[in-house]
């Protein structure tokens, strides 16, 4: 596997990446990962690795190949190729020690990581498989990054030239197979590869929880994940201005929390919270009445965030303040457990949330559709069958 993420990151493509890696070492395959040094969603190196320039270890079965690579702080379309250009350039001057391979699949983005999975592949004259978590190009465009147009025009050719090598494409939403079909691959080499939701259920009460986080009897609102600028965080910080009765929690990190911080700051019903452990995650999610996702008005964005995943298994009320043609749209709204409103639309955001948390239960019949969809449709297990079996066409093994 090629993934610049990966644990011990526990955000984003990483923790995918990862559960697929230990789920082949898990089944008795020897699996390695080309990955990065762990940096995302804070966008700054893990101390462990700190003066790290290769490092290859152990991690559940799985040999990870660490190689160094730029970590800029603040996104502009400069900074951004440049962090690629140094994954792309250490992976294939040091590529892994390692006997040839059955396979390569390569995690999407990174923009690195898709050619380096075929040019690893093309080397071995083994099947390459991309899969592909979001598209660099359509993003750049859309994300308000210094410089954007210029670099969506790089990332389109570099994510065509990744994808057209592929024997197979995985996608994970069905609103990418138009644009990666745009790209010259052809449409009977794509398949659907959904997420699954990555953390467990949750296992504390919640009124538990909440005493242990300090909130009482108010409404709470939390965000969970990357605070980048395609999130468009700025319409929670806007709607706890205009309503302190209810309390808004912004949880995670990313190159955009130092900025929100100065924007919110004398707000007192907004609060920061650090990322916590993986075992606090799922009962932290639950303990918030409401679970929310936003975007930037000019973001139409065919992928689906990984939050979305892990808010339907915490069983609790999404508002989705998204564009209303993007795939989060369009996942929430099949799973009925949310409800959508104009992005960037504080006194539509502030409607919804107030008519949920004045009718809790409405919240909970909501909600509960979450951990219903996930069992329908989103299991680990359901998920890692499909990567499965993508590989295993790739390589031509019958399906049984």
Do not use: C
Not at 206 to 220: F, I, M, Q, S
Request: net charge neutral.
């Amino acid at each position: 596997m090629v993934s610049t993420n990966y644990a011990p990151e526990h955000a984003g493509i990483g923790p995918y990446a990862t559960q697929i890696a230990e789920h082949w070492a898990e089944r008795g395959h020897e699996t390695h990962v080309l990955a990065g040094m762990p940096h995302y969603p804070s966008w700054s190196l893990d101390p462990a690795y700190t003066g790290v320039w290769r490092r290859t270890e152990q991690r559940a079965g799985v040999v990870v190949h660490r190689r160094r690579h730029t970590v800029p702080p603040r996104q502009t379309a400069l900074k951004r190729a440049a962090f690629e250009a140094s994954v792309l350039a250490h992976g294939l001057v040091a590529p892994p020690a390692m006997a040839r391979p059955h396979a390569i699949l390569a995690q999407m983005p990174s923009l690195a990581g898709g050619i380096i999975g075929a040019r690893l592949a093309a080397r071995w004259r083994v099947p390459y498989v991309p899969v592909v978590q979001d598209l660099m190009g359509a993003a750049a465009a859309q994300s308000g990054i210094q410089g954007g147009d210029r670099a969506a025009d790089l990332a389109a050719k570099a994510e065509a030239y990744a994808l057209r090598r592929a024997t197979l494409v995985g996608v994970i939403h069905q609103t990418f197979v138009d644009k990666v079909a745009a790209m010259g691959v052809d449409r009977s080499r794509i398949r659907l590869v959904p997420n699954w939701s990555h953390v467990s259920s949750p296992s504390t009460p919640r009124e538990k929880t909440r005493a242990w986080l300090g909130w009482g009897e108010e409404t709470v609102v939390l965000h969970s994940g990357n605070m980048g600028l395609k999130q468009g965080l700025e319409v929670l910080v806007e709607a706890a201005r205009r309503d302190p009765e209810t309390r808004f929690v912004l949880l995670g990190d990313g190159n955009q929390r130092a900025h929100l911080e100065e924007l919110g700051a004398g707000i007192p019903n907004l609060d920061f919270l650090e990322p916590v452990g993986d075992d606090d995650f799922p009962d932290v999610l639950a303990a918030a009445d409401v679970l929310a996702v936003t975007q930037r008005a000019s973001v139409l964005d065919m992928s689906v965030p990984s939050k979305l995943t892990s808010y339907f298994a915490a069983g609790r009320p999404v508002v989705a303040s998204v564009a209303a043609e993007g795939g989060t749209a369009h996942e929430v709204l099949r799973s009925g457990a949310g409800v959508l409103v104009k992005p960037e639309d504080p006194d539509a955001l502030l409607a919804e949330i107030r008519r949920l948390g004045q009718d809790p239960v409405a919240a909970d019949t909501l909600g509960a559709q979450g951990p219903r969809h996930v069992e329908a449709h989103l299991t680990r297990a359901a998920g890692l069958a499909r990567i499965d079996a993508l590989i295993d066409e790739a390589m031509g093994v019958p399906s049984t």
